[in-house]
């Protein structure tokens, strides 16, 4: 019997409009995508100004390691390839690939059972045998919620009445680094949409004594007359380290962590703050799914992001997202394919990512676009 053959291609999108990270502009996304004739497939991209490394890191491992690669895959033995002591300085840096190899082996595993992804980790962890908690279904989709950047508020406004027409429920929103002017974006804002959930980010913009300015004037604001749909307040400090978070804790407005958590260790670190109630994980920043099961076993609540991978990614991690569901629903920040130009998939955005009933991914895509290009067969 012939074994499937692993195929890598690199793509390179132009984003629909360029932004900003790390003073760096990014104009277009580049990445890999993984995968055999069988319906399992896998995405490696390193975002340039977020990622640990890069495109070309990502590359070199990959092609100089592919014999490695291809037999551990035949074997369905890539997690031990992970975990393989010589492989350990050079993997310990490329987290994109660490979750991009460990997204074939799941599949595989889920093609064995005969499941979607999302089912086989949910039987996988929460089995009537181990079962600690009362679970709640899952359902066959998640939801997502809808992006907003700093903008006037007139613009703001327009733009959230629109995603809430297009169904959207819950919107995370950019707020300013004055910490008045951000009041003031997020008292408006929640005023006039009381039936919605925001998700306020501050990307690491506050000075201690700034933050605690901000949310103080949130409390005297949710005494009189906010209507509680201040969901979080995403990274509001420049230096989050626990003693200056747990001063927030006394506020009452929940606390969530995203450049913070980059590592199992962060998750561990930042439980132990009474002020964060939320993570924000990003798959392709954080690497393998064993490293990733450590915000299942977390007393934390957990919010799935995107960092504007194609299809294939945002798949991927809608069943992580799905899986995360099994402990509580929530958005997920997945909506981000309205960004690139061209995908795998010419619809898919909205509020909503359907996973179907399919096994694995449920998601094979065409490599014949003129933006992909075919690297190595392994």
Same mark, same amino acid.
Request: net charge negative; with cysteine.
């Given at each position: ?5 692993l195929?890598?291609?690199r793509?390179t999108i132009?984003l ?6 790390a003073k760096? =502009? ?27 490394e890069?495109?070309d ?12 690669i ?8 890539l997690?031990r ?5 010589? $492989?350990?300085?050079?993997l310990?840096r490329?987290?994109?690939v660490?979750f991009?190899?460990? +997204?074939?082996? /799941?599949?595989?595993?889920?093609k064995t059972?005969?499941?979607?992804l ?12 181990t079962?600690?908690n009362?679970?709640e279904?899952v359902?066959g989709?998640?939801?997502?919620n809808?992006?907003a950047?700093? +903008?006037?508020?007139?613009?703001l406004?327009q ?5 809430? /027409? ?9 707020i300013?680094?004055?910490?008045? =002017?951000a009041f003031?974006?997020?008292?408006e804002?929640c005023?006039?949409f009381?039936e ?10 506050f000075?201690?004594p700034?933050a605690?300015?901000?949310f ?8 009189r ?7 979080y307040?995403? =990274? ?7 003693d200056?978070l747990s001063r $927030? ?8 962590a ?6 199992p260790a962060?998750?561990?670190?930042? =439980?132990k ?14 690497g393998?799914?064993?490293?990733? /099961? ?9 919010t ?8 294939i ?8 997202a799905?899986?995360?569901n ?7 920040? $997945? ?10 998939i010419s619809?898919?955005?909205?509020p909503?990512?359907q ?5 694995g ?5 065409d490599t014949?676009?003129n ?5 190595k067969e392994f």
């Open positions: 019997m012939k074994h499937p053959t195929k890598l291609h793509y132009p629909r409009k360029p932004f900003h990270a760096k =502009e990014i104009s277009e996304r580049e990445g890999f995508i993984i995968g055999d004739d069988h319906g399992i497939w896998s995405e490696i991209a390193p975002l340039p100004g977020f990622s640990s890069t495109i890191d990502a590359r070199s491992f990959l092609t100089g390691n592919a014999e490695r291809q037999s551990a895959f035949h074997k369905h033995s997690d390839l992970l975990l393989d002591d010589n $492989l350990q300085p050079e310990s490329l987290p994109s660490r991009g190899l460990s +997204m074939l082996s /799941e599949q595989q595993k889920a059972a005969d499941q979607p999302y089912i086989y980790w949910r039987n996988l962890f929460y089995s009537p045998r079962r600690r009362r679970i279904p359902k989709y998640v939801r997502c809808a992006l950047g700093i +903008m006037d508020i007139g613009s406004h733009l959230i009445r629109y995603r809430q /027409e297009c169904g959207f429920r819950t919107v995370k929103v950019k300013p680094a004055e910490p008045d =002017e003031e974006v997020i008292r804002t005023l006039a009381p919605m959930l925001f998700r306020f980010d501050a990307n690491r913009s000075s201690l700034d605690e300015h901000l103080q004037q949130l409390q005297d604001q949710q005494n007359d906010l209507s509680g749909n201040i969901a307040i995403e =990274e509001p400090l420049a230096d989050p380290d626990p200056s $927030l804790e006394p506020y009452g407005i929940p606390v969530a995203d450049e913070s958590v980059r590592s962060d998750i561990r670190q930042l =439980e703050s009474t002020s964060v109630k939320q993570l924000i994980i990003k798959p392709m920043l954080f393998s799914f064993s490293e990733l /099961e450590t915000m299942i076993e977390s007393k934390l609540a957990v799935i992001s995107s960092t504007i991978e194609t299809a990614g945002r798949r991927l991690q809608a069943h992580l799905a899986f995360c099994t402990k509580i629903t929530t958005d997920h920040g $997945l909506d981000t394919g309205y960004l690139l130009q061209m995908d795998f619809l898919d955005s909205g909503h990512i996973l179907g009933n399919k096994n991914l449920g998601l094979t895509p014949s676009h933006w992909l290009v075919h690297v």
